[in-house]
């Protein structure tokens, strides 16, 4: 069969375009593509993002869909995604139709895995496939190619007439080392690598200053059963052997030469014998195959990671790790049924800054045990603990298939499920006793602080320049920037470091085409420069908290949160030698001064670029 892959993202309904970097991508689709191609199918992969020649996301999605039916005339298409995701699909699959209306469609992803009856009744595709891909895609595929029949193939939805039949439940999947690695080849992984890493996030990129990230999954599922993930039914936990890991690695480097190594794993190296295994491992294909890259990872706190591991880690490659913190309050810890302690997390923090290697997390506030005194209790804990490490304040969601979704819908919280999919990532919940009026402006405030993260400690640069070499980075382009290089000196360690970051602004290309923007970006303009948004936010922010903080005890929660405030262009990163998160700032002066002195030659380039 020929069979069209088409890779989702949920940023269409939001903003324009949805630059994918190979961090963004979901890596499941790329294991399905193999599976198709290693039994005998023609496969053609579709990633409709980071191209802004379009007016507007869905018309790329259009185009994009109508030239690879036309060209590749596929006999079964296929699209994977998340619960977020469900504008994109519902689009998806109302272009498939219009331009392939004789090919089936399948679904499959987590979307249809947690709530696959709704989800499939609702879009309406000719089939679903429940949980993972690879042996049910392969099996339909043979089903449709044969004439069969489909009740044989477990895991899957079809329609039976009008009426949507599921077959039985099957998890018992075959050895995972067995599993062909994945196929990103067919996804244009080079031109992400090459032309979309500032896409992704500064955690996965600042360790080099021209990074080419790659992902990897050494494990499937989880054993942990908290009530905000998905995991809580479905497949058992498996790892895949070290050795079978460092095959795959060898194999992608020796295409790709990645220099960072991000692992996706919710729980990577659970036990400190596991992660010696693979920091040997991978020291030796370090020596034998030249491997250059850095590389981190995320587990589970029980996994309590001493100085000595980490020590070898970093030795390994190793710049980053995290586990999931998501609260300090041992009540909210019970409560989300996470098995962890603050101690444990404060170890690990401390581990960390021992062995000079980052730590990352998350404080999800917001559960259904949350109060005023818990939200203090993990405050005071980051106060304490956090305030050089990368954590990023959030609010909790109920995503389907996770206990707190159940419980949202029992108490009423979640009504029209329907509405819920169509506006998923426009809210905030509020499943707490606290009441709404305190709730929700204490919850933009924290949004506020997190993003600007303000309690960092900081530094000026000690040089700075605006590259002028070289064809623009896509993404700067885009949004009219330039490349800067920046070197600055650790506020912790005193070490020197170089960055590169998108900070100036680019000069306009005379008889050349604006980029089509978000339709908001006209009112962000009114607030003008980037840095002088920040101040005037910064200045909201102080504003609310002066009105607010005396007002209830809630709100006190914040005082400390609240740092040095310049009017200078910044931007948060981390130290290339002890990895802690710092802010650095360009002296006011010397950015213009820079810009000023550069204009001639960037006006030169980018002529010559637009030629």
């Known amino acids: 069969m020929r069979i069209l892959l088409i890779v989702a993202t949920h940023r269409y309904k939001y903003s324009y375009p949805a630059f994918l970097s190979i961090t963004d991508f979901p890596a499941g689709i790329a294991y399905v593509a193999s599976a198709l191609q290693q039994a005998g199918h023609e496969v053609m992969g579709l990633n409709p993002n980071n191209d802004s020649s379009y007016p507007s996301a869905r018309a790329m999605l259009e185009d994009k869909i109508q030239k690879a039916v036309h060209d590749f005339q596929p006999t079964l298409i296929a699209l994977g995604g998340i619960c977020i995701d469900y504008a994109f699909f519902k689009d998806a699959i109302a272009l498939c139709r219009q331009y392939a209306s004789a090919v089936p469609i399948v679904c499959g992803g987590g979307i249809i895995t947690n709530d696959a009856a709704f989800v499939f009744e609702t879009l309406h595709p000719d089939f679903c496939i429940v949980s993972e891909g690879e042996e049910a895609m392969v099996r339909l595929a043979h089903a449709l190619e044969k004439g069969g029949g489909f009740d044989h193939i477990p895991n899957i939805g079809y329609w039976r007439g009008q009426e949507a039949v599921f077959t039985k439940t099957d998890f018992n999947y ?135 591991t980490l020590k070898m880690a970093k030795a390994a490659g190793c710049y980053l790790f995290g586990y999931g913190v998501e609260s300090a309050s041992p009540r909210v810890l019970a409560s989300m049924n996470k098995r962890s302690k603050p101690e444990q997390i404060a170890a690990g923090i401390a581990a960390a800054a021992e062995a000079e290697v ?67 990532s426009e809210h905030i919940w509020n499943m707490t006793t606290i009441p709404d009026r305190l709730w929700f402006p204490w919850v933009h405030m924290l949004y506020l602080f997190s993003n600007t993260a303000p309690w960092l400690k900081s530094t000026d640069a000690v040089e700075f320049e605006v590259e002028t070499d070289g064809e623009p980075d896509p993404v700067a382009r885009f949004y009219g920037k330039r490349m800067c290089r920046i070197s600055a000196v650790c506020p912790h360690c005193g070490k020197k470091s170089t960055y590169r970051e998108l900070l100036a602004d680019a000069p306009p290309a005379p008889q050349q085409a604006q980029p089509r923007r978000n339709p908001l970006a006209g009112l962000k303009s009114l607030a003008g420069s980037r840095y002088q948004r920040m101040v005037l936010q910064a200045a909201l922010v102080n504003a609310f908290h002066y009105l607010l903080t005396f007002r209830h005890p809630l709100f006190r929660t914040l005082q400390n949160l609240y740092g040095e405030t310049k009017s200078n262009q910044n931007f948060t990163t981390g130290c290339k030698h002890c990895h802690r998160h710092i802010k650095i700032y360009i002296p006011k002066q010397e950015f213009k001064d820079k810009l000023a002195f550069q204009a001639k030659k960037l006006i030169a380039k980018t002529l010559n670029w637009a030629r």
């Open 174 to 308: 075959g050895a995972i080392d067995q599993l062909a690695f994945p196929n990103y080849e067919i996804f244009d992984i080079r031109d992400m690598m090459d032309g979309y890493a500032m896409a992704a996030r500064s955690l996965y990129r600042y360790p080099r200053t021209h990074p080419r990230p790659m992902t990897i999954v050494t494990a499937r599922s989880c054993p942990f059963r908290c009530t905000f993930c998905v995991h809580h039914r479905g497949p058992q936990y498996r790892a895949r052997s070290v050795a079978n890991i460092m095959a795959e690695l060898r194999e992608s480097y020796e295409k790709y030469r990645f220099n960072v190594l991000i692992i996706l794993d919710e729980l990577f190296a659970v036990n400190k014998a596991r992660m010696q295994e693979f920091c040997t491992a991978l020291s030796e294909g370090r020596r034998e195959y030249g491997w250059d890259f850095d590389w981190s990872f995320q587990t589970h706190a029980v996994a309590a990671l001493d100085v000595p």
């Open 358 to 424: 980052g730590f990352g997390g998350n404080f999800i506030f917001g559960d259904v045990a949350e109060t005023t005194d818990t939200i203090r209790e993990s405050m005071d804990f980051f106060w304490k603990h956090c305030r050089d490490i990368n954590l990023n304040m959030i609010s909790i969601q109920p995503y389907p298939g996770s206990k707190l979704f159940e419980d949202c819908r029992e108490r009423g919280i979640i009504g029209d499920k329907l509405k819920f999919y169509e506006t998923i």
